[in-house]
């Protein structure tokens, strides 16, 4: 990014550089977001509705660009704060996927639902990463030798 490039980003409002990061993430120019995902994140404080969710979308950005286990920890960190705003357990469920940590996706996706039931995108999220049934042998774990042959049979038998 050159001079005149920054000169622009410092005269952007939180919001306004926000959007900008969230179209080049779109876009998948991630390298080029992370200065205006930095300039919203400084803008907005750490008191805004705003500000755990400008983080977690810049944790995510950051997973994108390879640093995986630093993006993660700043999804995971906003998250804990957050309290009213559905967006940042997007953004960590998502984050939780690309970790191939499931249990985690699946807990994010729910409290964001407990703050907004409604919210489509984390509805599609939940329905994509499917719903495991019950075990066939509810006595037994799902771990049993039984259990694990009876599920893959219902399976073949509910997809076929």
Known sequence: MHKDAFMTLNHLTADDAFSQATQ???????????????????????????SNEYMAFYGLCLMQL?????????????????LTNPEVFVYLAKAAIIMFRRKMALRAISQGLVIEPTHMELKLLRKGMGIRSKPLLGFLSRNNILNILSG???????HN
């Open 152 to 158: 893959k049979l219902r399976y073949k038998l509910t």
């Open 66 to 82: 390879g640093n995986r286990d630093e993006g993660f920890n700043k999804c995971v960190v906003a998250a804990e704060k957050e």
């Open 24 to 50: 080049l993430y779109t876009r998948k120019e991630y390298g080029s977001a992370i200065p205006y995902f930095l300039h919203a994140i400084r803008g907005v404080g750490n008191n805004s509705f705003h």
